[in-house]
Nanobody
Framework: VQLQASGGGLVQAGDSLRLSCAASGRTFSNYVMGWFRQAPGKERRFVAGIRWSGDWNAYADFAEGRFTISRDNAKNTGFLQMDSLRPEDTAVYYC???????????????WGQGTQVTVSS
């Protein structure tokens, strides 16, 4: 499975960004796509996840109400819509794929290359 993340950039506080993650190669019939982020000097943290069937999704507390995870089954692409961005959202954002519903990064099997999100105050 290859994952290509895109959509990061430099924005101001309060702005929005939409991240995309295109999956190619071998894909599982009902995999889970997760978004994680890692700020300098900090551990990689779960942001949001969605099962491809659409019957499960989850958000970190800091993402609840501001971020929305979705997917386009036909295009094998996942999205993370991020609204009301804050400077503390600044990080490299990664998409990943797992074969079960989980929020733990060590349980994800495949990872994209990451996309930088920088939010200025």
């Amino acid at each position: 499975v290859q994952l290509q993340a895109s959509g990061g950039g430099l924005v101001q506080a309060g702005d929005s960004l939409r991240l995309s993650c295109a999956a190619s190669g071998r894909t599982f019939s009902n995999y889970v796509m997760g978004w994680f982020r890692q700020a300098p000097g900090k551990e990689r943290r779960f942001v949001a996840g969605i099962r491809w069937s659409g019957d499960w999704n989850a958000y970190a507390d800091f993402a609840e109400g501001r971020f929305t995870i979705s997917r386009d089954n036909a295009k094998n692409t996942g999205f993370l819509q991020m609204d009301s961005l804050r400077p503390e959202d600044t990080a490299v954002y990664y998409c990943a794929v797992a074969q079960k519903t989980t929020i733990w990064p060590e349980e994800y099997d495949y990872w994209g290359q990451g996309t930088q999100v920088t939010v200025s105050s």
